[in-house]
C-alpha cells in the first residue's frame, strides 16, 4: 500500500543534541509537509516542500531545518533542541498544493532530557 | 482570516447511539474539508475529503457533510463502538491554499 513512513516512532535526544527525523513517501506526491503538534493542540504547520521549492512558516524558529534531496524522502533537522522542543512530529503529503487531501504518516515523537 | 471551530471539544455516549460531530468555518470559500482521526500518541488518518462542490461522502460508518454557505460540515458516526474512541479533527483548505486547524473533538465511547 502507497503511505506516508515515518522513522523513528519514538526519539530522546538531551538538550542542545542535534537531532534529525525522518520521513519517507510511496505515494509520489509532490509537496510534503512537517507540522509539529503538542499536547492537545491542532498541528503546526513547521515548512513544506512544494517540489525542490522550500517554503518556510513565518513564526517556525531558525533552529528547524529540513532537507528534501529527492522526490521521496524529507528530514526535519533541529539544531538545538529545547526542552520546548519536545513535541509529536508529522510529516504530510499532498499532491500539488493540497485540496485533494492531506496524507499523514504516523508520526516521531520527540523527548527531549 | 479563516477561522475554524470544533464544538465540542470533547464528547462521551454509550457504545452503539449514533452520534455527530460539528466543524464550522468562517469563510465560505474553501476548495474543500478533510476530516481526520486521531488515537492518543499516533498520526493523523484520512477519513474523508469533501470538495467544495460536494454535499457529502460516505465511507462505512462515516458520512460528512458540508454546507458552504452557512460554513458547517458535520461527520455522522452510525452504530458507534468502543473503538471509535479518538480524536477527530476537520481541516479546510482556504482559498489561498492554507490548511486551517480546528481544535478536536475527544471522543469516548463507553461500552
Known amino acids: 500500500d502507497a503511505m506516508v513512513i515515518q522513522n523513528p516512532r519514538y526519539q530522546v535526544t538531551q538538550f542542545g543534541k542535534p537531532v534529525t527525523l525522518s520521513c519517507s513517501q510511496t505515494l509520489n506526491h509532490n509537496v510534503m509537509y512537517w507540522y509539529q503538534q503538542k499536547s492537545s493542540q491542532a498541528p503546526k504547520l513547521l515548512f513544506h516542500y512544494y517540489d525542490k521549492d522550500f517554503n518556510n512558516e513565518a513564526d517556525t524558529p531558525d533552529n528547524f531545518q529540513s532537507r528534501r534531496p529527492n522526490t521521496s524522502f524529507c528530514f526535519l533537522d533541529i539544531r538545538s533542541p529545547g526542552l520546548g522542543d519536545a513535541a509529536m512530529y508529522l510529516c504530510?503529503?499532498?499532491?500539488?498544493?493540497?485540496?485533494?487531501?492531506?496524507?499523514f504518516g504516523s508520526g516521531t515523537q520527540l523527548s527531549v532530557l | 482570516k479563516q477561522e475554524v471551530t470544533q464544538i465540542p471539544a470533547a464528547l462521551s455516549v454509550p457504545e452503539g447511539e449514533n452520534l455527530v460531530l460539528n466543524c464550522s468555518f468562517t469563510?465560505?470559500?474553501?476548495?474543500?474539508l478533510q476530516w481526520f482521526r486521531q488515537d492518543p500518541g499516533k498520526g493523523l488518518t484520512s477519513l474523508l475529503l469533501i470538495q467544495s462542490s460536494q454535499r457529502e461522502q460516505t465511507s462505512g460508518r462515516l458520512n460528512a457533510s458540508l454546507d458552504k454557505s452557512s460554513g458547517r460540515s458535520t461527520l455522522y458516526i452510525a452504530a458507534s463502538q468502543p473503538g471509535d474512541s479518538a480524536t477527530y479533527l476537520c481541516a479546510v483548505w482556504d482559498s489561498n491554499y492554507q490548511l486551517i486547524w480546528g481544535a478536536g473533538t475527544k471522543l469516548i465511547i463507553k461500552p
Open positions: 469563510d465560505s470559500a474553501i476548495y474543500n
Open positions: 504530510a503529503t499532498s499532491r500539488d498544493s493540497g485540496p485533494g487531501g492531506l496524507f
